[in-house]
């Protein structure tokens, strides 16, 4: 999740560069005819300016009312309801793991994963975690035993 929004903030900040480049620039007529004519155009520069720095500070912005308008218990709560998500959904691999992976050939598994590295990608998170490991299937575990040890993380 935080890769998709810092992929979205730098998103912005292109975008709003841009924008902001082009209402200050103010194209000529054969520019204007560009996707950007909306909003650079030389009626609209004011609402380009602002839609620019808009967008370029919107990471900024982003990050400061975000805990500006939280209380630092509420931030504790949320990452820890995150944290269980993120062990419920390992937990649910685990058991898809034990229930379709744990009886597959290799061949199978190379189907479904396209690789043993897709495999290991997968199940590496709940492979790290003591307690999920303990509910991995045996053939599944020998399976992810291997390729810890062919990934160097045994």
């Not at 898809?96 to 495999?119: P, W």
């Not at 003591?130 to 810890?148: F, G, N, T």
Request: zero cysteines; charged letters at 20%.
């Amino acid at each position: 999740m935080n890769r998709l929004l810092h992929i979205l903030d730098g998103v912005a900040v292109l975008l709003g560069i841009a924008v902001l480049l082009a209402a200050v620039i103010n194209n000529s007529p054969a520019e204007a005819a560009t996707v950007l004519e909306s909003v650079a155009g030389r009626h609209s520069q004011p609402i380009g300016v602002i839609l620019g720095f808009t967008l370029t500070s919107l990471p900024l912005s982003r990050r400061a009312v975000y805990h500006a308008f939280m209380r630092p218990a509420d931030m504790r709560e949320l990452h820890d309801v995150g944290r269980a998500l993120q062990r419920i959904a390992l937990m649910q691999r685990v058991q898809a793991g034990n229930i379709y992976l744990a009886h597959m050939d290799d061949q199978g598994v190379r189907n479904v994963f396209s690789s043993d590295k897709g495999l290991w990608d997968w199940l590496s998170p709940a492979y790290r975690d003591e307690s999920l490991r303990r509910q991995m299937h045996p053939k599944l575990l020998s399976r992810l035993d291997a390729l810890a040890e062919e990934h160097g993380q045994a």
